[in-house]
């Protein structure tokens, strides 16, 4: 659909030729010049409305659009620096891009905390080791101990009671 519209900007601006208003813009009046943008939303809101759709506002696509740049490159390992967020946003600042979308999607935060984690050790490799026998062993004893009372043994001797003295 933008494919479609940038090619009819492009026929417009050779039809126009030098009374082309050069702006950038995506959205803009067939000479290129400044469209209110009240005049595009309106236009929006009534095309949603026709589709039968949910209600989105047009500034919905942007943020939905960052939203998931920034999901990429945490959930499928695509490498989209921020940087390239923020230009495609048109923010003089990465800080901006930062604190409006990065926090957005729960499962963000929570698939990079979880990458992040998988870079630290736990423990160093002799602790873990240790702690692996350790393990072992307190199975090994719980496997006994369950193995003897189902034989009807009790495992521990009984404890001997002191006689008073007299």
Known sequence: MLERHRKQQEADRAEWGSAWVETGLVFTREDGSWLHPGKV????????????????RLHDLRHGAATLMLAADIDIDIDIDIKIVSDTLGHSDT????????????HVGKN?????????PLRREAEA???A???EKARRKAE???KAQAEGEKKSP?????????
């Open 41 to 56: 939303t309106d236009l929006f809101e009534r095309l949603v409305a026709a589709s039968c759709l949910p209600p989105i």
């Open 133 to 135: 026998r350790r393990a």
């Open 95 to 106: 800080r901006i891009t930062r604190d409006i979308y990065q926090g957005v999607l729960p």
């Open 112 to 120: 990079a905390a979880e990458a992040t984690a998988r870079l630290v």
């Open 144 to 146: 006994r101990a369950r």
């Open 158 to 166: 009984k404890a001997k009671r002191k006689k008073p003295n007299k």
């Open 129 to 131: 080791e240790e702690a």
